[in-house]
């Protein structure tokens, strides 16, 4: 078994490049940041932004051919980069865990979830085979899923959307992983038990003292969740810091046009939402300089010219972003936002 040695999660310059028919293509570019353990950590962005890539990425869960890998990823002390597919094996389930996006696939559909739990446990040796079978229901248990000895012998079909959501959970969680990737793990929910998963989500990681990273386009799930937020766009991240921070005062334009087009119970009637113009960029035809100025209605000569650094401002130490021109310096001030809806549903649930 792989053992940690620090508390922290490292990312430095990581980039990821894929060898396609039709050439190279970089979904993820030149990607830093350090989270703590403990934390919660968004990554939020439209479709094709490279969130999904980056995740896999931090546990190398990516199929290798025809893939480069550039940078470093210290997890908790072990530099995953540098591991052989054999020790690479032993950090699974329990160093780091990934919840996928779609249980139905992810799930193996002719198997009983009861066995599907009891092979991630027994690649714990703590663990006394004669005693599986009860992890195995206590694990159901632990994530909210009732009669737990029947819906173990059930097969994924069988069981809700919100139930196989959490048998995923239950098999993420089984070995004790110290980083959870949750990737949009609500999705195809319908509110109220996006509210339900996320919940659990949140208890299990305080409970266990867990680092996860969220990975969704919703910046109000963001802001309920995560104590961090990273906001990226066509492979990279163009601000990163604390969520309330960011969600009050986005100074990247893009973040500012994310939370303007998120629906919000708290906007009036009257008020439409904004919509992005244009379409995300085609990664083999990015656009030279700013790769959001197409899109942008603050761009302005040199935004098409150079490609802004990631840079910290002249507030938090620990937010910063990618613009020559960040919204405190143009022609409004920051409006108050509150997009966490999700506060208003667990009031009436």
Same mark, same amino acid.
């Given at each position: 078994?792989?053992?940690?040695?620090? *508390?922290?999660?490292?990312?430095?310059?990581?980039?990821?490049?894929?060898?396609?028919?039709?050439?190279?293509?970089? @979904?993820?570019?030149?990607?830093?940041?350090?989270?703590?353990?403990?934390?919660?950590?968004?990554?939020?962005?439209?479709?094709?932004?490279?969130?999904?890539?980056?995740?896999?990425?931090?546990?190398?869960?990516?199929?290798? $051919?025809?893939?480069?890998?550039?940078? *470093?990823?210290?997890?908790? =002390?072990?530099?995953? $980069?540098?591991?052989?597919?054999?020790?690479?094996?032993?950090?699974? =389930?329990?160093? @780091?865990?990934?919840?996928?996006?779609?249980?139905?696939? @992810?799930?193996?559909?002719?198997?009983? &979830?009861?066995?599907?739990?009891?092979?991630?446990?027994?690649?714990?040796?703590?663990?006394?085979?004669?005693?599986?079978?009860?992890?195995?229901?206590?694990?159901?248990?632990?994530?909210?899923?009732?009669?737990?000895?029947?819906? #173990?012998?059930?097969?994924?079909?069988?069981?809700?959307?919100?139930?196989?959501?959490? &048998?995923?959970?239950?098999? #993420?969680?089984?070995?004790?992983?110290?980083?959870?990737?949750?990737?949009?793990?609500?999705? @195809?929910? *319908?509110?109220?038990?996006?509210?339900?998963?996320?919940?659990?989500?949140?208890?299990?990681?305080?409970?266990?003292?867990?680092?996860?990273?969220?990975? $969704?386009?919703?910046?109000?799930?963001?802001?309920?969740?995560?104590?961090?937020?990273?906001?990226?766009?066509?492979?990279?991240?163009?601000?990163?810091?604390?969520?309330?921070?960011?969600?009050?005062?986005?100074?990247?334009?893009?973040?500012?046009?994310?939370?303007?087009?998120?629906?919000?119970?708290?906007?009036?009637?009257?008020?439409?939402?904004?919509?992005?113009?244009?379409?995300?960029?085609?990664?083999?035809?990015?656009?030279?300089?700013?790769?959001? #100025?197409?899109?942008?209605?603050?761009?302005?000569?040199?935004?098409?010219?150079?490609?802004?650094?990631?840079?910290?401002?002249? =507030?938090?130490?620990?937010?910063?972003?990618?613009?020559?021109?960040?919204?405190?310096?143009?022609?409004? #001030?920051?409006?108050?936002?509150?997009?966490?809806?999700? $506060?208003?549903?667990?009031?009436?649930?």
């Amino acid at each position: 078994m792989i053992k940690t040695s620090t *508390d922290t999660l490292s990312v430095k310059n990581l980039s990821v490049t894929f060898k396609t028919n039709r050439g190279l293509l970089k @979904a993820v570019d030149n990607v830093s940041f350090d989270i703590k353990k403990g934390s919660v950590l968004g990554i939020v962005g439209e479709s094709g932004s490279g969130k999904t890539v980056l995740s896999r990425t931090l546990i190398r869960l990516l199929p290798e $051919t025809n893939l480069m890998i550039k940078g *470093d990823i210290d997890l908790f =002390g072990i530099k995953v $980069t540098d591991l052989k597919a054999r020790k690479l094996k032993n950090i699974y =389930g329990h160093v @780091a865990s990934i919840i996928f996006q779609d249980p139905l696939t @992810a799930l193996n559909p002719v198997m009983k &979830v009861k066995k599907q739990l009891a092979e991630t446990l027994k690649t714990n040796p703590n663990i006394p085979k004669k005693q599986i079978k009860e992890e195995v229901n206590e694990l159901l248990q632990s994530v909210g899923i009732p009669d737990p000895r029947t819906k #173990a012998n059930s097969y994924p079909h069988q069981l809700s959307g919100g139930q196989r959501q959490r &048998v995923m959970i239950a098999s #993420a969680i089984a070995n004790s992983p110290q980083l959870l990737i949750a990737d949009e793990p609500t999705t @195809a929910l *319908d509110v109220t038990i996006q509210l339900q998963i996320l919940k659990l989500l949140k208890s299990l990681q305080e409970q266990n003292d867990m680092t996860l990273i969220l990975i $969704t386009h919703d910046l109000g799930v963001v802001e309920y969740v995560c104590d961090y937020v990273g906001v990226m766009y066509a492979g990279t991240i163009v601000e990163f810091g604390p969520t309330k921070e960011i969600i009050k005062n986005p100074l990247m334009p893009y973040t500012r046009a994310l939370i303007d087009s998120t629906p919000s119970i708290h906007r009036p009637k009257s008020e439409k939402l904004k919509p992005i113009e244009r379409m995300i960029p085609d990664p083999f035809n990015l656009p030279k300089g700013c790769r959001f #100025a197409p899109r942008c209605r603050y761009a302005q000569p040199r935004c098409l010219i150079e490609s802004p650094k990631l840079t910290t401002g002249s =507030g938090s130490a620990n937010h910063s972003y990618a613009c020559f021109y960040p919204l405190k310096e143009l022609f409004f #001030a920051p409006q108050d936002t509150d997009l966490n809806d999700w $506060t208003q549903i667990s009031e009436i649930d």
